[in-house]
């Protein structure tokens, strides 16, 4: 199997990130880690905050893959943080840099687009408007990434599967109990 250049570059930047903050990481140590040129890289990104967005989609999309239900959701959720997990300095990297609220942003995006999932999912054969579902996916985002960044700051110590079974209890059951709520 050929590995693509956008793999490469990944690949690259997760080397250079082990050293770097992200917002110290420069085009020229990317290409410089994977001996390809800068037309090469820009032929495929804009700039590294490009590649760093791509780079955690691809992870995250692979975190969740076969998650994205509810029987499932807290296997997914165990995923992500065992990824980061694997790569702290990654992770403690870009938490550290000024860039911070784009990851931030990132994460919710990942997680946001899981919970709407496994809430639709949830809402078969119920009638409820899409603004309360969406406000339910944003409700356990939010709570689900504020566990996370605390978790990340406190330097990654804790066991993530312990943080999701915690997390598991409060939830059981309350995705199917609010769209009951605000159906018609």
Request: aromatic residues 12%.
């Amino acid at each position: 199997m050929q590995i693509s250049t956008e793999d490469i570059l990944i690949d690259s930047l997760n080397i250079v990130l082990q050293r770097k903050p992200v917002d110290k990481v420069t085009v020229k140590d990317i290409v410089t880690e994977c001996n390809l040129t800068r037309q090469t890289f820009y032929n495929h990104f804009s700039d590294i905050y490009e590649l760093v967005e791509y780079s955690a989609c691809q992870n995250a999309k692979k975190a969740l893959e076969n998650a994205a239900d509810y029987d499932n959701w807290q296997q997914g959720f165990s995923d992500i943080m065992t990824l980061m997990g694997a790569n702290k300095a990654i992770v403690r990297n870009v938490y550290k840099s000024a860039y911070r609220d784009l990851m931030e942003k990132y994460i919710y995006q990942v997680i946001y687009s899981y919970i709407i999932a496994v809430v639709e999912k949830q809402a078969t054969g119920m009638v409820v408007d899409q603004k309360h579902k969406d406000f339910i996916a944003h409700f356990y985002s939010l709570a689900f990434i504020a566990l996370i960044l605390e978790w990340i700051k406190d330097g990654m110590k804790d066991d993530p599967n312990e943080i999701v079974e915690q997390t598991g209890v409060l939830v059981h059951g309350d995705f199917k109990k609010a769209l009951k709520k605000y159906a018609k």
